[in-house]
């Protein structure tokens, strides 16, 4: 198996507040990986660095062997990323942004992928009927894990996701791919997580696999 | 192509949903009726040299002072602070594209509320069986018209835009662009009055002709030479919005 992620000696700092001291690990293809740490370790910190949305100071990420830095279209297209707070367009049905999203994100063979998620995530008896400021945040988180999962990327990044909602997404796919999970303890990933790695104010500090990780 | 089409599809829906721009479309149509009420008394000795329609532009138009932030605050700085732009076009849509797509739908909508103000002033005379014993235009003030209309809706709302892709906060870029058009809506014609036309023709009249609305007749703007300017100050503005929208 190859890597997919890979990222070495992230930093990041907010003022004179540290959040990411030199954090290095990497994931293989199809491995569910856990990152753990309580409130303010720098889960959510790490997420947006490795979607884009932030820079770090310092260090490397690479996707599929292609260096975030180089902001290619390329290695934004080998992952999906849910953030911890997802905000959708309420005015929309979830039909429509996800129809929307396969236009925009320019997914071959569309209207396919639109209904292989559509079914996969459960959101058939909702697509049409209700706009997504009418769904409950569980349906609403669906619809942006649903939204990650066009195109079927390698990677997904998910922020703060429940460890059922992940599965649907892992039994949804013939190709499993590798996961990015965050959470505050080990025990609520264990049953999913084959890896972990513990963030503590920014740094790594354990590194374990399955139960043992506890 | 297909990217822009479907932001253009995307903003529509959220302009033609979001409750904010429905209202702000139905007063304006309710506020150009009473301004079209306000201007036909005093056409009922007879004909003027001004006609009713060209007249009513006039009064009409500093609701763009309103219209304008109105429908372009929230279009990037709003959706910005919501999070719904970043989680949208991301991985999506070239900045070139999302400004286009944006501008244009805003443009459309513009357009027809316009439109549909003016078509509505004869069938408000109709309903109240009231006529004019005249046209409410001819046929070449009508044209002069809709240039206005086009060319300072297409300006306004490209600078519109632009500070809405430079503002932090959808109140910011409301309130700059308010103070930008009023600016550009009162300003020549201020600074007009303070000069002599007759130590400063040429910029005299330049200014007059760039105070689209309030400062003069529709015909102020009919010029190829001003058609041209405010087109390219229109292109400038959206293609600094492209720039900054990519760089943020």
């Known amino acids: 198996m190859g890597t997919i992620l890979e990222v070495r000696g992230l930093c990041r700092s907010f003022g004179s507040h540290r959040t990411l001291r030199n954090l290095t690990f990497s994931i293989n293809e199809g491995e ?14 790490t997420l947006r660095i490795l979607s884009g949305s932030l820079e770090g100071d310092s260090g490397t990420v690479s996707i599929g062997g292609i ?6 279209r390329k290695a934004h297209e080998l992952f999906g990323s849910v953030a911890e707070n ?3 367009p309420g005015w929309l049905t979830p039909f429509e942004y996800l129809r929307l999203r396969v236009r925009l994100k320019d997914v071959r063979d569309g209207r396919r992928e639109l209904s292989r998620v559509l079914q996969t995530y459960g959101l058939l008896p909702y697509g ?10 569980g349906h609403r988180r669906l ?11 390698p990677l997904l990044l998910l922020d703060g996701l429940e460890p059922w909602q992940v599965r649907v997404a892992l039994e949804g796919r013939p190709n499993s ?7 505050r303890s080990a025990p609520e990933l264990e049953a999913i997580c084959q890896k972990f790695i513990f963030l503590d104010r920014g740094s790594a500090t354990v590194c374990g696999e399955g139960g043992r990780a506890a | 192509m297909d990217r822009f089409f479907a932001v253009l599809s995307y903003e529509w829906r959220r302009v033609s949903r979001a409750p904010g721009f429905l209202a702000v479309g139905g007063i304006f149509l309710l506020l150009s009726t009473l301004v079209f009420w306000s201007v036909f008394p005093s056409y009922g000795a007879g004909p003027r040299s001004v006609r009713p329609a060209v007249l009513w532009l006039e009064r009409s138009w500093p609701m763009v002072l309103v219209l304008i932030p109105a429908l372009t605050a929230d279009t990037i700085a709003g959706e910005r602070s919501a999070g719904t732009f970043e989680g949208l076009f991301r991985d999506g849509a070239a900045a070139v594209e999302i400004v ?13 509320l316009w439109s549909f103000a003016l078509i509505l002033q004869p069938l408000a005379l109709r309903a109240a069986s009231l006529s004019l014993p005249f046209p409410l235009a001819t046929g070449s003030e009508f044209l002069k018209i809709f240039r206005t209309i086009a060319l300072g809706s297409a300006f306004y709302l490209s600078c519109g835009l632009f500070l809405s892709t430079i503002a932090r906060s959808s109140t910011a870029a409301g309130a700059a662009t308010f103070a930008l058009l009023t600016i550009f809506l009162f300003g020549p014609r201020i600074v007009s009055k303070l000069l002599s036309a007759d130590r400063w023709p040429i910029l005299w009249d330049l200014l007059a002709r760039l105070a689209i609305g309030p400062a ?3 015909e102020s703007v009919c010029g190829g030479a001003i058609a041209g300017l405010v087109g390219t100050a229109t292109a400038t503005a959206l293609v600094l919005s492209a720039i900054f929208l990519r760089r943020r």
């Open chain 2, 216 to 218: 003069g007749r529709p």
């Open chain 1, 67 to 72: 260096s975030l830095a180089a902001r290619s």
């Open chain 1, 86 to 88: 997802h905000p959708l």
């Open chain 1, 177 to 183: 791919p590798a996961v990015l999970l965050t959470g």
């Open chain 1, 128 to 137: 049409k009927r209700y706009r997504i400021g009418q769904l409950s945040s």
């Open chain 2, 100 to 112: 286009l797509g944006k501008f244009c739908t805003l443009y459309i909508y513009s357009l027809f």
């Open chain 1, 143 to 153: 619809v942006a894990l649903a939204d990650a999962d066009l195109a079927m990327p």
């Open chain 1, 32 to 45: 569910v990986f856990g990152l753990v740490g309580p409130s303010g370790s720098g889960k959510t910190v």
